[in-house]
Nanobody, 130 residues
Framework: QVQLVESGGGLVQAGGSLRLSCAASGRTFSNYPMAWFRQAPGKEREFVAGITWSGGSTSYADSVKGRFTISRDNAKNTVFLQMNTLKPEDTAVYYC???????????????????????WGQGTQVTVSS
């Protein structure tokens, strides 16, 4: 059973940076894709960034491309989201998610679809003030 714990959220001014971390339990972390999603008040949870099992391929939502970077350290069972040039519209609860379906182990790409991720962290609040 995989468990995910996010950290690193907080309050930052527009233009600032934050780095989110997600620590995973379990021995198979290096087998599966990981992703970050976010949910703003009154809105649907949306894909932010995804990374394959090896870290060799990443994908981003258009709204964060060029500003956010997803990475992972399989030796430490951790995935990161570096967020630069933050904007007020980035304000949301950010969730780490794991695609632990064994049929997608070692996949060459990370899904952008929420329904492919069955394991979620508790979320961490990011607030960007203008």
């Amino acid at each position: 059973q995989v468990q995910l714990v996010e950290s690193g959220g907080g309050l930052v001014q527009a233009g600032g940076s934050l780095r989110l971390s997600c620590a995973a339990s379990g021995r198979t972390f290096s087998n599966y894709p990981m992703a970050w999603f976010r949910q703003a008040p009154g809105k649907e949870r949306e894909f932010v960034a995804g990374i394959t099992w090896s870290g060799g391929s990443t994908s981003y939502a258009d709204s964060v491309k060029g500003r956010f970077t997803i990475s992972r350290d399989n030796a430490k069972n951790t995935v990161f989201l570096q967020m630069n040039t933050l904007k007020p519209e980035d304000t949301a609860v950010y969730y780490c998610a794991a695609d632990t379906d064994f049929r997608r182990y070692y996949s060459g790409s990370a899904s952008t679809q929420r329904y492919d991720y069955h394991t979620w962290g508790q979320g961490t609040q990011v607030t960007v003030s203008s």
